[in-house]
């Protein structure tokens, strides 16, 4: 046995220790995956729990990623934990992580027929091979060394295979994978193949397999493993290990007995990727796996309390396996004390197994703690080795797979029973052996199958999963199997049972020819069941010899009575404008009603109107029920009123109401206004019309109009269809006003107008609507536009029509002191207002109002402003022009605009230096000037070219003249005398 380190693999001050002196350390890192907002872990499925458990590796991963890239880390599926190399820098950052539960070294584990199996009762006529517990159908997991599975002893039973290793340097040795090509994991053929290292330890796993599963050929009624027709998965998990050369280092191979500098161990984090694959087969239904063995160990603890913390990566990965209903079997170990044991199998929910003699005494070499599990033979074991042949080994790791093998064999007995149920019966069946350490269970197989004759799962014939019911007794029938004595029907209410029949002997209830002549119970239940309430029911087969029992499936039953009416017609809140429209009342049709009460209520005083029981025959037909209302039940029917209708369904002893449906009337049914829409203005008396929607059913109208401002009404007159006033037509009524209510109607003002419609049975007003009286429209203004300068002083003024205005009033304002210039009445959009009346160079401001017999609207004002005539633009000669000669100076142009009255113009030309005026002539269109289009020629005189000196600039402008005022020239240009 190679010494264990003597710190606690979870010591942090040990990890760093071994982190600062070798580089890093190999670790088992913890995941927390039970994160606040999220479901319990436990809780989730298996794909759940799988993608927490990866996106939780990625997260640690990228914590300690930040100080460098990760060298290779085992990543398990279904653990939340990974294994991996870590840095000082690496482990202080997983030490301190809120995302990581818990930091572990990974260590190195140890490898720790057929007589024994007589022993624990597998032969025989009455053994449990003959009664059937032989594993057939069964896979036990082997994480162990590797199986030769070739071997005569092994043929076909190797079904899966998978190998881990770990390479590396060490303190004191060198790791080497023992995979094909030395890889970390594979799986491809082979991989499950014995290792080969000196030393002859890889033999053990090929030992341990034929022990659980080896099967003589020829066959053997004795030389057999002990689960002899079961299955195989070779886990092959052991790597190669090299002493260091250094004699100062401590050798981790060579020991007493074992003089080798080779050997092998396996790593925790190779062993837990191994016990992760075996959930991932068992959870894929691929290999559903009866138990999983490991005889390896080392590293020995007093408490499974102790183990547990110092090795809390087993302990996720053992309760990941029994989650799913998969035992962990692992030997006890060989140092024979009787305090400790080795560990994995120390710990909580693993099946420890030490070792028994021949002679059924404790095997002075077995760790044998109070906690110990079982015994089973483990002294001179003799099983298949590998090249084909077979070898006799000593220790608990040949006591183990006896075990491992038995619940195998009694799995493949009783598939219905759980890994509990199994533990307990071997525990319940076992021979009590005595020793120093205290009193230990040898397995016995054949007598615990006595203890699991489990009764089959009942069958549950009737009623069917989702039957309703009206009424009680209900009548449930069900099938039983082998080893039941008595069954018993429980009915539940939720979480509470409710009803409790035992039936005695129930393999001799009747045949019944309805199941094919099958044994068939029939109970009969009497209960006070509750209406519109699910139950829950099942049988539950019982031993009573032994205490088991079975469960059959759940089914559940609707209890109603009968089940509610579905109303259909008339649906619920619809609204009828006449008696007749009510012509009938529907509902869907109700499984088990026999008959139904129709009842059509007042909600205001209750009186009611329709009370009728129907037969189901006579008034259903293709799942709907009618029920045709009465003429005199029609007529009870009153205006703006609320009723409510609901049906029972009855089957002569239960009944059951259906919800209640609303009915409104509005007798006859209320106009809809149609013209003028809403906040409409009326421009004229002449416009007003008023629309609404003609009712059918009404025999007159009442309209009413009333002021909005004060809600004084005005107009209130009722119209006998037809009427004065009114007509309808096309489904349209239409009033206009006569001149008596045109006289009540007044010029801007906003009015509030309603019909409503009345027969016999009632009256139903329209929603009212808005319109108003402004008549007429004002109009707009066109020209002259807002702020246009006017040149000529005949002025036209224009502006839009108004369909509603008799007349038009235009006004014009002087700015300068408010007198009204102009105001005249116009028949037209158009007035002319010859020049005279507006003076030059004022602002003026003008508005038109548009008339007729309702009153007037004001436009908006527009201002202009006159300018009489344009003011002459200067062109030629431009400004600055130099002369060299004075016959240069031909013609003087300027542009000016067009007016209606007669234009002359003052051509002035003065010099700079003094002012002196030295050409002045008024010149007349036509005769001095030539005017083309807006632009004016005029031809200079000699008088000017001679006035002109040398060295001299004059500067010149022209005034434009007409009856109504004179404009002069904007600027003056300046032309420069320079001759020659």
């Known amino acids: 046995m190679r010494a264990a380190p003597e710190a606690s693999a979870v010591d942090p001050a040990y990890l760093r220790a071994q982190a600062d002196q070798h580089g890093t350390v190999s670790v088992i890192v913890g995941l927390v995956v039970n994160l606040p907002g999220r479901m319990a872990f436990a809780d989730m499925d298996d794909g759940a729990q799988r993608a927490v458990i990866s996106q939780m590796q990625d997260a640690v991963l990228a914590q300690i990623g930040q100080t460098r890239s990760m060298p290779e880390v085992k990543r398990y599926a279904t653990f939340p934990m990974m294994a991996l190399q870590a840095s000082p820098e690496e482990l202080d950052v997983l030490l301190e992580s809120t995302l990581v539960s818990f930091v572990q070294e990974n260590r190195w584990r140890e490898p720790s027929l057929i007589q024994s199996t007589a022993i624990i009762g597998m032969q025989g006529a009455t053994g449990a091979w003959a009664l059937g517990a032989d594993g057939q159908g069964t896979n036990v997991v082997v994480i162990d ?187 006890s170990g060989n140092q024979g004390s009787t305090i400790s044991m080795n560990a994995p199998a120390c710990i909580t929910g693993v099946i420890s197994v030490g070792a028994t003699t021949d002679f059924d005494q404790i095997a002075t070499f077995t760790n044998s703690a109070p906690f110990l599990t079982f015994v089973a033979p483990g002294v001179n074991i003799e099983s298949s080795v590998p090249g084909g042949i077979y070898g006799v080994k000593t220790g608990t790791s040949q006591a183990a797979p006896h075990v491992s093998g038995a619940i195998a064999a009694l799995r493949s007995l009783r598939p219905e029973a759980d890994i509990t149920q199994i533990i307990d019966a071997l525990k319940n069946s076992a021979v009590n052996i005595t020793d120093i350490g205290g009193t230990f269970k040898r397995i016995d197989v054949d007598g615990a199958i006595g203890e699991l004759d489990i009764p089959d799962k009942p069958k549950l014939r009737l009623p069917a999963d989702g039957a309703a019911f009206a009424a009680s007794p209900i009548t449930f029938k069900f099938s039983t199997g082998d080893f039941t004595t008595r069954a018993t029907l429980e009915i539940w209410d939720g979480n509470t049972r409710i009803v409790k029949e035992n039936v005695d002997d129930p393999g001799s209830c009747p045949q019944d020819p309805a199941f094919g002549n099958k044994v068939v119970c029939a109970v009969n239940v009497t209960y006070p069941f509750v209406d519109e309430k699910t139950y829950t029911w099942l049988v539950v087969a019982k031993n009573m010899d032994n205490g088991s029992r079975t469960n059959s499936v759940t089914r559940s039953f609707d209890f109603d009575t009968p089940g509610r009416a579905t109303l259909l017609t008339p649906a619920n809140k619809v609204t009828i404008n006449t008696q007749a429209e009510l012509a009938v009342l529907q509902w869907g049709e109700v499984d088990l009603a026999t008959s139904y009460r129709v009842t059509l209520f007042d909600t205001d005083d209750g009186a009611v109107i329709i009370n009728a029981t129907v037969a189901e025959g006579t008034v259903c037909a293709s799942q709907v029920c009618t029920y045709t209302v009465q003429p005199f039940e029609q007529s009870q029917l009153l205006d703006d009123k609320k009723y409510k209708w609901y049906v029972v369904s009855m089957d002569g002893s239960d009944m059951s109401k259906s919800e209640k449906f609303k009915i409104f009337t509005e007798f006859p049914a209320a106009p809809m206004l149609t013209y003028p829409d809403n906040n409409w203005t009326f421009n004229a008396l002449d416009d007003i019309e008023l629309r609404w929607t003609e009712v059918a059913t009404a025999e007159e109208y009442r309209l009413r109009i009333w002021k909005n401002a004060n809600n004084k009404k005005i107009i209130d007159v009722t119209y006998v269809v037809p009427g004065r006033s009114i007509g309808c037509s096309a489904g349209t009524c239409t009033w206009t006003p006569e001149p008596v209510d045109l006289t009540l109607l007044q010029n801007q003002t906003d009015y509030r107008w309603t019909v409503r419609a009345e027969n016999a049975l009632g009256k139903t007003e329209s929603l009212p609507r808005i319109f108003r009286i402004q008549s007429p429209a004002p109009p707009a203004l066109i020209a002259p536009a807002d702020d246009a300068k006017l040149n000529d002083a005949n002025v036209t003024f224009s502006w839009s029509a108004i369909s509603d205005a008799d007349s038009y009033k235009l006004i014009v304002k002087d700015t300068k002191n408010g007198a009204k210039v102009l105001k005249t009445t116009v028949v037209g959009t158009t007035f002319m207002q010859p020049a005279g009346l507006f003076k030059n160079d004022r602002t003026y401001k003008w508005f038109v109002k548009s008339k007729n017999e309702l009153g007037s609207a004001k436009s908006v004002k527009y201002t202009f402003k006159t300018e009489f005539p344009h003011k002459p633009n200067l062109q030629s000669p431009a400004d600055n022009t130099k002369l060299h000669d004075p016959s240069e100076l031909t013609t003087m142009v300027w542009r000016s605009g067009n007016t209606t009255e007669p234009i002359t113009y003052k051509v002035i030309v003065k010099r700079v230096d003094n002012g002196v005026k030295v050409f002045k002539q008024v010149v007349s269109v036509g005769v001095d000037t030539v005017c083309d289009a807006t632009i004016c020629t005029f031809t200079v005189p000699q008088s000017l070219r001679n006035a002109l000196k040398d060295g001299k600039d004059y500067k010149w402008h022209v005034r434009a003249e007409t009856p109504s005022g004179s404009q002069k020239s904007a600027t003056r240009f300046i032309f420069k005398a320079r001759f020659p």
């Open 145 to 331: 060394s590797g199986i030769e599975k070739a071997h005569p002893f092994l043929t076909g039973k190797v079904v899966s295979e998978a190998c881990w290793g770990t390479t590396g340097v060490f303190t004191g040795f060198t790791a080497t994978s023992n995979c094909p090509g030395n890889v970390a994991y594979t799986n491809v053929p082979g991989s499950g193949e014995p290792c080969n290292v000196a030393g002859g330890e890889c033999d053990h796993g090929t030992h341990v397999g034929g022990t659980i599963a080896g099967e003589s050929n020829p066959p053997s009624d004795t030389f057999n493993g002990v689960a002899k027709e079961g299955r195989l998965v070779s886990l092959q998990v052991f790597s190669r290990i090299q002493d260091d050369a250094d004699p100062m280092t401590t050798p981790v191979c060579v020991r007493p007995g074992y003089p080798h500098t080779e050997c092998i161990l396996a790593a925790d984090g190779d062993i837990i990727a191994a016990m992760d694959y075996a959930r991932l087969l068992h959870n894929a239904d691929t290999f559903p796996i009866a138990a999983v063995n490991m005889s390896l160990g080392n590293e020995s603890y007093p408490s499974q309390a102790s183990c547990d913390a110092a090795l809390p990566a087993y302990v996720v990965a053992v309760a990941g396996l029994n989650s799913i209903g998969v035992p962990v079997v692992a030997s």
